[in-house]
């Protein structure tokens, strides 16, 4: 019998489950700071129509926000992914969905992960008369 | 479900929330990857986040995000804290006051450049 100590209710006994179960709560912290500078950074000190190809080189330059990136990518992916995996057992009952469903999810994380990774990785700068305007506009 | 109390509401919030974020961010991360193709490319993929519907669409995400982390906070405080979930349905109300107050100023930054655009177009057509 198990009695309410008051904390919350988490996964006992070790394994994935506890793991993931710290691992959510955990990301969870450090993706409150990474996604509200990154929210401030490209919506309020820049407007979005500002974040250009040029706009992305020169803060490419410094590698420290490639790694900022790449924290928020892999962070966010994985809290996401992993709490997705939570809501799937929830919901989809019969045993080869869930295998089903939870193997494409699996499949997504790897696949998205390596194109964002990709991405911040292989960025390069290209000369100054093809970097393009530093804002740009829908009309 | 709880019989519709706030902590369904929380718990429900927070899933849907969460669940659209997670679609942004898989959709962010593609239009990201035109990094790859060069500027001409990247810059008409950052083009679309300057029309009107993305930019209300990005309040839709930017209201998301504010609620998920706070709320994920007060889950955090329910979690490792004894007496967190006495005062789970007060820090539901602090979750929602605090997501508005932070979502309105984050708001008018996304919104001011439609309405500079909207005042500002005949000279700008005419200025072609």
Known sequence: ?139 | MYKGQSGMWAWLLHRITGIGILLFLLIHIVDISLLGFGPAVYNDGIRLFDFWIARILSLAVIAAVLFHAFNGVRIMIIDFLSKGVLYQKIMFYIVLGLAIVCFIPMAIFVIMPLFVAFFHLPTAVNSK
Do not use: K
């Open chain 1, 1 to 139: 019998m198990r009695i309410s100590t008051g904390y919350g209710a988490r996964p006992s006994g070790g394994g994935f489950e506890t793991f993931s179960w710290y691992f959510i709560r955990i990301s969870g912290i450090a993706l409150i700071f990474l996604v509200i500078i990154h929210l401030l950074v490209m919506h309020v000190t820049t407007d979005v129509a500002c974040t250009t190809f040029q706009f992305v080189a020169a803060r490419y330059a410094n590698p420290l926000w490639r790694l900022f990136d790449w924290l928020l990518l892999t962070l966010a992916l994985l809290h996401g992914m992993n709490s997705m995996r939570v809501v799937v057992v929830d919901y989809i009952r019969s045993s080869t969905w869930r295998v089903g469903v939870l193997s494409a999810l699996a499949v997504l994380t790897l696949i998205f992960f390596m194109l964002g990774t990709i991405t911040i990785i292989t960025f390069q700068n290209v000369p100054a008369n093809l970097i393009g305007p530093n804002c740009v506009h829908f009309r």
